[in-house]
Every structure is written in structure tokens, then in C-alpha cells.
């Protein structure tokens, strides 16, 4: 059978297109070729990394350049870049903590930059979260939440949403929900429930009133808690990765029902955290979390790094392992987090994002006056989303010409990704200025405008 097409690009742009072998052929200068072919002959293949789109050779600001020169404004930067890629207070900060000869840290021991991070996540987070885990990545990030929520509550159940991605790790993709990364696996970690998100524009019950799709999407949460009793916890992006953006009472409902069923809320801000967008954390829009997952960019873009935020009532853990990670402590990574976050409080770019975001979002949907292709546009801060469709009436998704839009961006000097086939996603560096963000927008204008005059890839 063939596949669904917005199944089949739930996580972004897939390799093995026609227009994917287009690009290549004309964007790939004989350098570039010789990576490019040097790195599908030696890495292990998997879908969305191998074959490579090119070859880079640096990452700057809110910059990527390739090995030709040619440079591309970031929107998508893999979550990492809130504070601009090689940032030079991070990097500075990096190169001082290898100066001092404390790096790595082992088990057992602490440090001061570690020590001094999970004192400034207790200051920054919002209202109790005060107790901190660090380890290497997102998905053990997730995959600690989820086992000190199981610790906890004692049950092992869990409830997620469908579409979304929480990391590539068996615990993780478990309770992802998305089949690219879970298919052909077997049974995954038992007892993962997935629920609808409440989306306003592409909700299928043709509600239209937001009251109405909340209610829906809670109906199901709650019926999951009840015919499905003991849940451990309710783990989701406070606002998805397309994005769609709950109301404050949508979130509000849920964290009631958690507390009338015993559940635990657990907020993925993975990509959200930090400034993206326009609060510290998303949550602060919405609800605190009992359990606050952080990654990409709380390793200032530089280190791979990661954790969890959780109040000091569910410290009580003492006898079991949460994440008993080698990198848990290191100093490193510590080094870069501290910095990228005191980078982000005294350049002001939570407050940038948020003003930066309203005009952006401003001038799209300006933008989608003219542009037949534009079905809906979503964004918090510089978390938005242009949802293409071919037809407005009936949402129908322009998956074609959103990868032909991506690629045209991509050859006109910007880097954005789809999601679910359709949604051009825009994540640019919160260090974006606006004459820049002036620039992308009118990339997008045109690559848009030229797809609408019917000039093919
Ligand atoms: C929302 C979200 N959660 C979790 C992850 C997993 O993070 P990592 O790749 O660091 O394991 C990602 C990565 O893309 C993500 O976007």
C-alpha cells in the first residue's frame, strides 16, 4: 500500500524525491560532490539524515554556510541556535572551563559550573521547579521524565499526543507519535496512550469555536484516565512543533484532570525553552509543569547537553537510578548552558523574540492576502508555522509545492524545514534582527509567489 505522504514526511523533507535529486544536481558544486558522496559511502543510512541536502563548512550567528561559501539564514538550526550559532560568549566560556582543566566530571563528584546551573535553572524556571538531571541528549531527557514519573506515581501508564516527536531513543519514540520512528520496531515500551492535539485549524470534527475543540481534546484525555486508571503521567510540547498553539484553558484543563486522576504533567520544551517563544519557557503561557524537559539550546548550540526541572516534593528517589548518565555533571556542557542562558537574559532576547515574533507573524499573514497558497499561519515568538494548502476550503495540503517552496528558499538563501509535509516551519536564531527577518520573509514572498505562477522546480 502506499504510504500517506504527510505520514510519510511527518519529521520533514525526505531524501528520495524528485525534486530532492534536482537540487542536488544543481546546487552541488564538485567539492560539495565529493563530500556528499564520501559521507553516503561511509555513514550508516537512515531516513531524513542520508544522502545529506549539502555539505557545510560553518555555522555563524544566525548563519549556515556551505563549503562554496554560499550562506543561509538558519530557520530551523535543529533547535539549538536561540543564541546564534557560535556564540562568542559561549564559546569564551567553553574555552575558559578548558583553561581550568575541569571538563569532564565523574560520577560521584560535582563542580562548580554544574553546581552553579542547577541553581540558576531553580532561579529561572517558573513557580517550585527546583531540582535538576542532566544527561547527553532530549530523548534520555524525556525518557528520565518519564521514569521519574513512573518512580513516583507508581504506575507505568502514559498518555502523549499523535504527531508528536519527543526524541529518537525506544523510550522516547515510544511514547512519540509518529510511525517513522516506531514502525517495523514490534511492540514498544508498553502502556503508551496517545490522545489529538487540540488544533484549531486542521481539527476534523469541523468544530469552530476553540471551546469546542478544548472540550473534545480534554473528553478524550479524560477518558483515557478513566478507562484507563493508575496513569503515571501526561507528557506533550505545550505548543506542537508545526506549531499549534492550545488556549491557556486547554492546558489549564489538562493539568485538572492530572491532579483529579493523579497523573503527572510533563512539559517537552526541548525546542521551546529558552527564549523561543517570547517567555523563558513556554509553560509560562500556559501552566506549570510538574517535570520541565530542556535540550538543544541549553547546550548554547555548542554541547550536546540536556535535562529535567521538577519541584523538590518529587525528590524522593534516592534508592533507584533516573539517568545515570557519564556526561550527567559535565562541567563543559555545564560552562555553555550557564552561558548561553545569562547570553539570553543580558541581550534581552526572550522580550526580542516576543516583539520580533508580532511582526513576523504580521507580516505574514499580510502575505497570505496575496498568496492563494497560504491556507493558515501560526506562531508564538519566533516559533511559526505557514501551513500551505492547495485548496482553502477544504485544507487540502499542498505537499508538492511546500517541497518545491523549501527548495527555492534553500537556493535564495534560506534554510527552513516542512513538517507533515506541508508546514514550512520557521525557528530562526533569537539573535535575528529585523532587516534579517525582513529578508527571509521576502524569500519566502517569492518562492511562494513563483510556485503560484506555476514555475516548477
Ligand atoms: C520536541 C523534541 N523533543 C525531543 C527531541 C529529542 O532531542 P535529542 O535529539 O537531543 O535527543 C527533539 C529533537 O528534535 C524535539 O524536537
Given at each position: 500500500m502506499k504510504k500517506d505522504k504527510r505520514i510519510e514526511r511527518e519529521q520533514g523533507d525526505v531524501n528520495t524525491t524528485d525534486n530532492r535529486q534536482k537540487y542536488w544536481e544543481r546546487n552541488l558544486s564538485d567539492d560539495a560532490k565529493k563530500w556528499f558522496d564520501e559521507d553516503a559511502r561511509y555513514f550508516l543510512h537512515q531516513s531524513l539524515s542520508t544522502p545529506v541536502l549539502n555539505v557545510l563548512s560553518r555555522a555563524q550567528g544566525i548563519y549556515i554556510e556551505d563549503i562554496d561559501g554560499k550562506k543561509y539564514i538558519d530557520m530551523?538550526?535543529?533547535?539549538?541556535?536561540?543564541?546564534?550559532?557560535?556564540n562568542p560568549a559561549v564559546i569564551e566560556a567553553v574555552k575558559k572551563q578548558l583553561d581550568e582543566g575541569m571538563t569532564f566530571c565523574p560520577r560521584r563528584y560535582t563542580n562548580i559550573p554544574a553546581v552553579k546551573l542547577a541553581k540558576k535553572l531553580a532561579e529561572i524556571t517558573p513557580d517550585g521547579l527546583s531540582r535538576s538531571l542532566f544527561c547527553p541528549g532530549g530523548s534520555e531527557a524525556i525518557e528520565m521524565a518519564l521514569m521519574l514519573a513512573k518512580q513516583v506515581t507508581h504506575r507505568f501508564k502514559t498518555i502523549s499526543f499523535w504527531d508528536s516527536f519527543h526524541g529518537a531513543g525506544f523510550g522516547a519514540a515510544s511514547v512519540g507519535g509518529e510511525e517513522h520512528f516506531s514502525g517495523g520496531l514490534g511492540p514498544m515500551i508498553p502502556g503508551a496512550f496517545r490522545v489529538e492535539f487540540p488544533n484549531y485549524y486542521r481539527n476534523p470534527w469541523g468544530f469552530s469555536s476553540q471551546e469546542d475543540v478544548d472540550a473534545e481534546c480534554l473528553r478524550q484525555i479524560e477518558l483515557v484516565l478513566k478507562r484507563e486508571p493508575e496513569m503515571a503521567a501526561v507528557l506533550g510540547e505545550p505548543i506542537s512543533a508545526t506549531p499549534v498553539i492550545p488556549s491557556k484553558r486547554y492546558w489549564q484543563g489538562v493539568k485538572q484532570l492530572c491532579e483529579q486522576y493523579g497523573a503527572l504533567l510533563i512539559f517537552d520544551e526541548i525546542i521551546e525553552g529558552f527564549g523561543r517563544t517570547g517567555k523563558m519557557f513556554a509553560c509560562e503561557h500556559f501552566v506549570t509543569p510538574d517535570i520541565l524537559v530542556l535540550g538543544k539550546s541549553f547546550g548554547g548550540g555548542l554541547m550536546p547537553f540536556a535535562g529535567i526541572v521538577t519541584h523538590d516534593a518529587l525528590n524522593v528517589c534516592r534508592h533507584r537510578s533516573l539517568g545515570h548518565y557519564t556526561h550527567e555533571k559535565n562541567a563543559l556542557c555545564s560552562a555553555a548552558a550557564l552561558a548561553e542562558i545569562g547570553y539570553i537574559e543580558e541581550n534581552n532576547l526572550v522580550d526580542h523574540a516576543a516583539e520580533l515574533g508580532a511582526y513576523a507573524l504580521g507580516r505574514l499573514k499580510k502575505l497570505s492576502e496575496k498568496h492563494r497558497l497560504i491556507g493558515h499561519i501560526a506562531g508564538l515568538g519566533l516559533h511559526i508555522g505557514i501551513d500551505l494548502v492547495t485548496d482553502r476550503k477544504t485544507g487540502a495540503r499542498a505537499i508538492e509545492e511546500a517541497e518545491i517552496i523549501m527548495f527555492k528558499c534553500l537556493e535564495k538563501g534560506l534554510s527552513a524545514k516542512t513538517i507533515e509535509g506541508n508546514i514550512l516551519t520557521l525557528r530562526p536564531a533569537l539573535i535575528i534582527t529585523r532587516d534579517e527577518m525582513d529578508r527571509a520573509i521576502d524569500i519566502i514572498d517569492e518562492a511562494i509567489g513563483e510556485v503560484e505562477q506555476g514555475k516548477k522546480y
Open positions: 530551523h538550526g535543529n533547535g539549538v541556535h536561540n543564541a546564534g550559532f557560535n
